[in-house]
């Protein structure tokens, strides 16, 4: 039988699975997958709290609701770091990460078209949670590559110790559950 943490996000209640990540680490997962509820609210309030922004990005995968949902409510346009290289990306840039939930190196890549898409704009980063901050840290690298100037980084849900940084703006903190 799972167990379950129980929370609200966005004035919704929402029960978040645990998964163990080690023997002396559990999460509960935020998967905004299929939850089109939480995701028109969540972003809602989100967009409620960031500066002005030209443009949205998100790394691959969970998050890519959200930025498309910010995009539709903003009028602003999205991209997305892709997790590998695809065949129409011109010049791909890419840079290293690690997070919680994967476990192992893995890289972002922008196409030459993203990166122009980014050059001299003011750009959102929007994640699902932040946590250890890899994710956001290999994102704001590529921004910074691709000469965009970052606005702000945006979480539905800041994990563990991320819910005392200044440099996020956020919903919900969600602890981590240490045995």
């Known amino acids: ?16 699975e645990m998964f163990s990540v080690s023997d002396k680490l559990d999460i509960a997962a935020f998967i905004i997958f299929g939850d089109v509820e939480l995701t028109v609210a969540g972003v809602t309030e989100l967009l409620k709290k960031v500066p002005e922004f030209d443009i949205i990005i998100t790394p691959e995968a969970k998050s890519i609701p959200i930025a498309y949902e910010a995009a539709r409510q903003s ?81 539905f849900l800041a994990e563990g110790d991320a819910a005392q940084r200044n440099d996020i703006i956020f919903l919900e903190k969600l602890p981590l559950f240490f045995k």
Do not use: C, W
């Open 1 to 16: 039988m799972s167990e379950f943490y129980k929370m609200k996000i966005a004035g919704l209640d929402r029960e978040l």
């Open 75 to 155: 009028g602003k346009p999205y991209i997305v770091a892709r997790k590998g290289v695809k065949v129409y990306m011109r010049n791909p840039i890419d840079v290293a990460v690690t997070s919680i939930t994967t476990q192992h190196e893995q890289h972002l890549y922008l196409g030459e078209s993203e990166v122009n898409m980014l050059k001299g704009k003011r750009v959102l980063i929007v994640d699902d949670v932040i946590s250890t901050g890899e994710s956001l840290d290999a994102v704001r690298k590529l921004v910074r590559e691709a000469g965009g100037i970052e606005t702000a980084a945006a979480a």
